[in-house]
């Protein structure tokens, strides 16, 4: 498996700048924990948001990170359960060729990603895992 540390993606001529379109389900962690991911590990704070995307997949968003990127809908406000959107950003991704793990953060979660899964890069030092088939229905080339 391809051990991939800290890559800087705007730098590598096969990332892609994309951004996603997605509305997805969000609850508020009420204690400390870890939800395990289709990609690997996510740890959490109390606060920070358990989101559920379209299909059924989970994972976890920081509540400072989580406030900047994502706007309530349905009339609820910021911080409460219920459905949010994503605020549109360009992001940057790669597709990968073969089997690979990344951390989430310097000394973060590692993820795991399988041929043809999307290693992404919301911002230095700050990385992600997309399957495949997620990557297709909720990302747009820029």
């Known amino acids: 498996m391809l051990k991939l540390s800290q890559p800087d993606l705007a730098t590598d001529s096969a990332a892609r700048r994309v951004v996603k379109n ?52 349905g009339g609820i406000a910021q911080g409460e359960p219920g459905t949010y959107r994503n605020k549109p950003s360009v992001v940057l991704a790669k597709q990968m060729h073969e089997p690979f793990s990344i951390a989430r953060s310097a000394a973060g979660d590692v993820l795991t990603g399988e041929a043809g899964d999307w290693v992404m890069q919301y911002a230095p030092g700050d990385y992600g895992v997309v399957k495949a088939a997620r990557f297709a229905k909720v990302y747009r080339e820029m």
């Open 22 to 73: 997605e509305a997805v389900a969000v609850e508020f962690a009420a204690a400390a924990g870890e939800l395990m991911s289709l990609e690997g590990p996510n740890r959490f704070a109390t606060g920070d948001a358990i989101v559920t995307g379209a299909s059924g997949e989970r994972w976890v968003v920081s509540r400072e990170r989580f406030d900047a990127k994502y706007a309530p809908e």
